[in-house]
């Protein structure tokens, strides 16, 4: 892809969006009513949308920026007063930001906050009195502190600045121009950005418990934010005033401002009895379409609220404003938006759960927001839409996953936010490692662990990791998690399966091969879903857990078996689910015991299948020379033959189960 098509494409989207592709096709769902509907996925474009949007934006942020600064951890942040003058035709900012803290150690005298070194302190002070600052590094601003604090202690200060934001790639403090003339101006700062545009403690470990968001702009203009509209004042001969006030926990991240030529509407949802008012802030060119569309949040709210609880800002909002990034932005209470497609609004909806109420503690554990939030999207194409485009999903995250051999969910290296947001690893990966613990275990205890998760006293509007999460779905479901976390979240790659199976009168009997497409874990342990087809047209879904390569799986089974499918509604992030017949067996008198030679004619690769231990194999070719022995023991399973130096032509194996000695004669034809 060119660079100027890809710029294309990076503006066109920014989170994961289902929706960014399914273009006029896409059917209307009337929202609030549980109907499926249906439309069609192009996988190959939101691929595309979802890893160049993400990754691009992210690689202009500044690489001085990338980790929280150490000198910030040591005060817990209460309360910001919010203060901004801003014009949308001009790229500048003057700032009032009042911050409330509390000392974590003592003997606390000097202050820290992140704030971009392009932007100008003009005074810092405590009600009057002015203190000293100084600028510490590129990105940190030092105060002194009038009295030395012990711990407990609440103060704060007050940071006067100015200054014309630096750009950030597509930027976290941005201007534009639309079609028709008329200016905008919108703030995303996610991940590193908050401190491009205003002082803020930029890190993953403290929540600021509430904000005033007053800013000042031309009085033809609207101004949208976090939380609710307290007034909307007149100040002067031409500007006005509008004051946002939040009163839930938010990181600083997800505190946004969008300043445009704002159509106002209203939809409502009731949930548990209460309504909520959806707030959209829309464009001109947008109205029309808007109207039509964000009525699906009534819907996907609903749906959300009876799977996961309350929905967090209960007592304020929620509501869309549009702005110029392609895609959307999950700020909390108010997602900026660019297109009111069915995926990205529930997308940017169950963020209000997960990666809002509960956030990530740490760039590695990006998937509790971003993994979270694709796999609530395709819930809803469960829910409310057809199979058709619940299986479409499955099947298509899947070939996403697998595109690359290796990768963990875990993000291992945080200095490349490209790699932070991997569309492959973080979103698809991160759903499917989600959509599998739901099939481990079961609907019941799945959800039930989510809303625990999400309602744990210290999780609750605080930080996560995936230790965390992985507690308390132990705790749900009382089993050891460990393995599977190692294997799926830390672990790279996945596994492509090949089951060999036989019916031995009334059992069927499977031997249960996996290979891994990265060494990092030698064997996924999981429960496997396996679809048995008789041959008077029933079927029946069995669960059989695989512990180990070559496990042999007996199952009873009476009726005659005509065929077998492994993973049918595909829960299992595999590549592969090969399925073979035996084609030929050896009994021993006794009839307990049955061997394969597989496959006929072979290539590469020529394997021996026993449900009984064997041992003594040879392989000799026409003129009776040995040109493979194995002379150990080998349990019931498989045993693979590298035979990929072999010419072709006809060979016997030899190969002995306790005191029967077998012979065979096979086709080399590769």
């Known amino acids: ?51 160049e949007a993400e990754q691009r934006r992210h690689e202009g942020i500044r690489a001085a920026a990338q980790l929280s600064s150490d000198s910030t951890r040591n005060y817990d942040l209460t309360y910001h007063r919010l203060e901004w003058t801003v014009n949308p035709n001009v790229r500048s900012i ?12 003592s003997n606390f005298q000097s202050v820290y906050f992140d704030l971009a070194k392009e932007l100008r302190v003009d005074s810092v002070k405590q009600g009057n009195l002015a203190l000293p600052f100084s600028r510490s590094g590129n990105d940190l601003i030092r105060i002194e502190l009038p009295n030395s604090l012990d711990v407990g202690d609440m103060d704060s200060t007050t940071i006067f600045y100015h200054g014309i934001p630096p750009n950030s790639g597509f930027g976290s403090f941005e201007i534009d121009v639309l079609g028709n003339g008329s200016p905008v101006l919108w703030t995303l700062s996610e991940p590193y950005g908050s401190r491009d545009w205003w002082p803020c403690k930029q890190d993953l470990s403290d929540k600021i418990d509430s904000v005033d968001i007053i800013v000042t702009t031309l009085d033809s203009f609207r101004v949208a934010s976090n939380g609710l509209l307290i007034s909307e004042k007149q100040t002067g001969g031409l500007s006005k005033t509008y004051h946002w006030k939040h009163k839930y926990p938010i990181p600083a991240y997800l505190i ?12 409502w949802v009731v949930l548990g009895g209460d309504s909520l008012e959806i707030l959209n802030y829309v464009y001109d060119r947008s109205l029309t379409e808007a109207m039509e569309e964000t009525p699906r949040t009534i819907g996907i709210m609903e749906l959300f609220y009876d799977l996961f609880g309350e929905y967090p800002y209960m007592d304020e909002k929620y509501g869309h404003a549009e702005f110029n990034w392609g895609g959307g932005m999950e700020h909390a209470t108010m997602s900026f938006m660019r297109v009111y497609y069915h995926g990205l ?45 619940w299986l479409s999903w499955r099947t298509g995250a899947i070939g996403i996953a697998t595109r690359s051999d290796s990768g963990s969910v875990y993000v291992d290296d945080t200095t490349s936010v490209s790699r932070i947001f991997s569309g492959e690893l973080s979103y698809f990966k991160g759903a499917l490692v989600l959509h599998m613990l739901r099939w481990e275990l079961g609907d019941s205890t ?26 308390i779905l132990e705790a749900e479901s009382g089993r050891n998690l460990q393995e599977f976390f190692d294997d799926w979240v830390y672990g790279q790659g996945f596994p492509s399966y090949q089951i060999n199976w036989w019916q031995q009168r009334d059992t069927l009997m499977m031997f249960a091969n996996q290979d891994v497409s990265h060494p990092s874990v030698d064997f996924y342990e999981m429960t496997l879903p396996i679809k048995v087809f008789a041959a008077d047209g029933t079927d029946t879904l069995f669960r059989r857990a695989h512990t180990r390569d070559g496990q042999v799986i007996k199952i009873p089974f009476s009726k005659k078996i005509d065929s077998l499918q492994l993973d049918p509604d595909y829960w299992i992030l595999t590549q ?7 084609p030929t067996v050896n009994l021993l008198p006794n009839d307990e015991s049955i061997t394969s030679i597989y496959p006929v004619p072979f290539g590469n690769r020529l394997n021996i299948f026993a449900s009984a231990p064997f041992e003594d194999v040879k392989l000799y070719d026409l003129q009776g020379r040995e040109v493979y022995a194995s002379n150990q023991l080998h349990s019931q399973g498989e045993l693979r033959i590298n035979t990929t130096d072999l010419p072709r032509g006809l060979y016997m194996v030899k190969y002995r189960m306790g005191d029967n000695i077998f012979f065979k004669k096979v086709l080399k034809s590769l």
């Open 1 to 51: 892809m060119s660079r100027r098509k890809s710029l294309i494409v990076c503006l066109m989207a920014y989170t994961i969006l289902f929706s960014v592709a399914f273009g006029q096709s896409h059917s209307h769902h009337h929202a609030g009513h549980h109907h499926k509907d249906h439309f069609e996925i192009d996988w190959e474009m939101e691929q595309c949308y979802i890893i």
């Open 94 to 105: 003057l700032g009032k930001v009042t911050s409330h803290f509390i000392a974590m150690e």
């Open 256 to 267: 946004a401002i969008g300043v445009a030529h704002y159509n106002v509407y209203s939809d």
């Open 345 to 389: 609004i529930a997308h940017e909806v169950a963020h209000q759960w997960f990666g809002n109420k509960v956030t990530c503690g740490s760039w590695k554990d990006i998937w509790l927001n971003e993994g979270f939030a694709t796999y609530l999207t395709a819930i809803t194409y469960q829910y409310l839409f057809d199979e058709a485009t």
């Open 446 to 471: 799945f959800f039930s662990g989510l809303r625990s998760y999400l309602n744990a006293p210290e999780l609750a509007f605080g930080y996560a990791q995936t230790a965390d999460l992985q507690r």
């Open 576 to 582: 592969e689910r090969e399925v073979n017949a035996l």
